[in-house]
């Protein structure tokens, strides 16, 4: 998130626009000195500076930012060199000289989940009475975008399973998270925390004291995950992971779990820096840089229908409708005869 008062803004990802222009040596050593100066500064994570500040001070001899002819390819190459200590860190260059309402941008974050419905992609209850909620996105809480959750979540009430398909979701609202959270957890259940260097102060994140809607604290939870998921979405599946309400099917996750700030640094550069971390009650630490790792693994593409075959199974044991049975050992059979669906992804984390 960028400030307190902001925090639906709390796991985004900063890209940088392609504007090609010269750089001179000058301009370069400035703008890394000031960028260095900002870390030192800002960032939340006061362990790992003269680790990144060192990092700096050696990527300041190499081939690669003495040799960068363009503000757009020096953006890039910090942001890269930044991300390998934070998910959250990047550099991003604007030309002055140009107005940037004229230029064709990325259409922002909240904009887009608010045109597109949320985020949400796809609802629908599958053979065996399992819900399928498809989102890509964790909207900024409004009465609209609540309204949109409340649907979803009444069409599915009367499921006894659900799956969260979380793999191309990139986050979004930590409000967001604590409002979804609270249709399975009891009230006032500890999610997370977010710290601030600037304040030295620390937000609690708790579930809600009541939704519009019924809170089902029993019903089987599966989360899919993947190498894309990041950052609001991962602090969700982080935080039903460890209340032990959820299992997390799929691969491991992108690792983003502070919230950041720009910082002008001059000639129309600014940098994305993390100025607040995630701190998990249980855990006491976050996933930042590590991601989170699911309960069983499996290849993005198969991990629908392992979680599909688990949530079967475990319907089953307590399904006395004949009809309802059925409908499950159809979807067995089916799924069994499949390719194998349990595979180790490359990447791990905890």
Not at 108 to 136: A, H, M, Q, T
Not at 325 to 341: A, F, G, R, V, Y
Request: aromatic fraction near 10%; charge should be negative.
């Amino acid at each position: 998130m960028k400030i307190r008062d902001s925090i639906i803004g709390a796991y985004l990802v900063i890209l940088s626009p392609l504007v090609h222009a010269d750089i001179n040596s000058i301009d370069r050593t400035n703008i890394l000195n000031a960028l260095t100066d900002s870390i030192e500064q800002q960032y939340v994570e006061v362990k790992k500076i003269d680790e990144i500040s060192s990092a700096l001070a050696t990527f300041k001899t190499s081939p690669a930012f003495t040799n960068s002819q363009s503000q757009e390819q020096l953006a890039s190459l910090l942001t890269t060199e930044l991300q390998k200590f934070d998910k959250h860190f990047a550099v991003q260059w604007r030309n002055p000289n140009e107005n940037q309402n004229d230029k064709t941008t990325r259409e922002p974050w909240f904009s887009k989940l608010s045109r597109k419905n949320s985020g949400f992609n796809r609802v629908e209850i599958l053979d065996g009475n399992i819900g399928y909620i498809d989102f890509w996105g964790f909207d900024a809480l409004s009465e609209d975008s609540k309204k949109v959750v409340e649907g979803v979540m009444g069409f599915v009430s009367n499921t006894d399973a659900l799956i969260f398909d979380l793999r191309k979701n990139g986050g979004g609202s930590a409000e967001m998270v604590q409002f979804i959270s609270s249709y399975f957890l009891k009230p006032n259940t500890h999610l997370n925390s977010i710290y601030w260097r600037t304040t030295d102060s620390t937000l609690e994140f708790r579930t809600l004291e009541s939704v519009n809607g019924s809170i089902n604290l029993a019903i089987p939870i599966y989360l899919l995950t993947s190498s894309e998921t990041f950052s609001a979405a991962e602090e969700f599946a982080y935080n039903l992971k460890h209340l032990e309400r959820a299992t997390l099917v799929g691969e491991s996750t992108k690792g983003g779990a502070n919230p950041w700030q720009y910082y002008e640094l001059g000639n129309g550069f600014r940098a994305g820096i993390p100025i607040a971390k995630a701190i998990n009650p249980i855990t006491k630490t976050n996933w930042e840089s590590v991601g989170v790792k699911p309960h069983i693994e499996a290849l993005r593409d198969n991990a629908f229908s392992v979680a599909y075959k688990i949530a079967l199974d475990e319907v089953k044991k307590s399904a006395s409708d004949e009809y309802q049975i059925k409908e499950i050992n159809d979807q067995l059979e089916e799924l069994s005869h499949n390719k194998p669906l349990i595979a180790t992804p490359k990447n791990s984390a905890k």
